[in-house]
């Protein structure tokens, strides 16, 4: 009998864990926090990797996307159960209570906003908190309303570069510069890793809209410009696309990475233009997935390489 409550309270532990993973939506925020761990250590005050203070972003960052999930999943409870994307979902599925994913957002936002502050800098704390409150509040509840919400959302999508670089400098402004070395930095080299990241969700989000659009039609989400899979979309989808080129160049630009990294990155985006179009000359969910899983692999790739060809400011 012992064996058998043993093996149930490990199952009933490990269902509930699962559950916490799927609420968070982990793979996701692994994304999210993986740009703002990047971007702080691409910062160039940031000379030696501690890897102390790189788990404690990584785990603030988990914990403040976390939330941001957490409310998104329990405010769209009605809505996910009626798509099969996110049916399962603990909320939806109603093995968790809207008054726990509540409260897990709460616990995990304050916890994650007050480590940005005591481990590193008000002005990255101030900046999260800000990301997840529009996630949450904002473009939650807009992308009934209207396709302007994949605009609104690419901000707090964007914003972990922001925070992860902010955390490394606590300088905000574009217009300031960093002293590192009697080598002076615009800081506007952090602005233009914002820039990448925040272009690449219009692509990136229009895709995966295109492919699920009966299910987010259901639901009654409203993310495709013109309301539906067609050649708007496609052409908006260039268009920003087109923009991430020279967008991209800027880390070079701003001295912050090399001449490697700028053209495995304007590879990238090229690569990026030419899915768009052919999404634009197909019209159909195969191109559309094409898009959408070259945009998957274009984060690791992109910030890895600005990484891995980082200029490094010594004395």
């Known amino acids: 009998m012992n064996k058998s409550l043993n093996s149930s309270t490990s199952f009933s532990f490990a269902s509930k864990v699962k559950d916490y993973f799927q609420l968070i939506k982990f793979t996701l925020s692994f994304t999210v926090v993986f740009s703002c ?108 309303v209207s396709s302007v919400s994949v605009l609104v959302g690419g901000l707090p999508g964007a914003l972990p570069c922001l925070i992860g670089w902010v955390a490394a400098t606590n300088i905000f402004s574009p217009f300031a510069t960093i002293n590192v070395s009697n080598s002076t930095i615009s800081n506007g080299a952090g602005w233009a890793l914002f820039g990448m990241q925040f272009l690449w969700q219009f692509p990136h989000f229009w895709a995966i809209a295109w492919v699920a659009h009966n299910d987010y039609t259901r639901a009654g989400f409203k993310l495709l410009p013109g309301g539906a899979p067609t050649k708007v979309t496609a052409l908006q989808a260039i268009a920003y696309a087109v ?8 880390p070079y630009f701003f001295g912050i990475s090399g001449q490697v990294s700028m053209w495995i990155v304007l590879a990238a985006n090229v690569f990026i233009v030419v899915q768009c179009i052919r999404l634009y000359l197909e019209l159909n969910v195969k191109a559309a997935r094409r898009v959408m899983f070259s945009s998957y692999i274009y984060l690791p790739v992109v910030f890895l390489a600005l990484l891995a060809d980082k200029i490094t400011l010594s004395s």
């Open 37 to 144: 761990v990047i971007c702080y250590l691409l910062a160039p005050n940031i000379v030696d990797y501690d890897l102390r203070m790189i788990i404690l972003l990584f785990i603030a960052g988990l914990l403040i996307t976390g939330s941001a999930n957490a409310i998104n999943q329990a405010s769209e409870k009605d809505t996910d159960a009626l798509m099969r994307r996110t049916g399962k979902r603990p909320v939806a599925a109603g093995r968790m209570s809207v008054h726990e994913a509540y409260t897990f957002a709460l616990v995990a936002g304050t916890i994650g906003v007050w480590m940005m502050f005591y481990f590193f800098n008000l002005s990255s704390a101030i900046l999260s908190a800000f990301s997840l409150f529009l996630y949450a509040y904002v473009y939650t509840p807009l992308k009934k």
């Open 243 to 250: 923009m991430m080129v020279p967008v991209g160049v800027l």
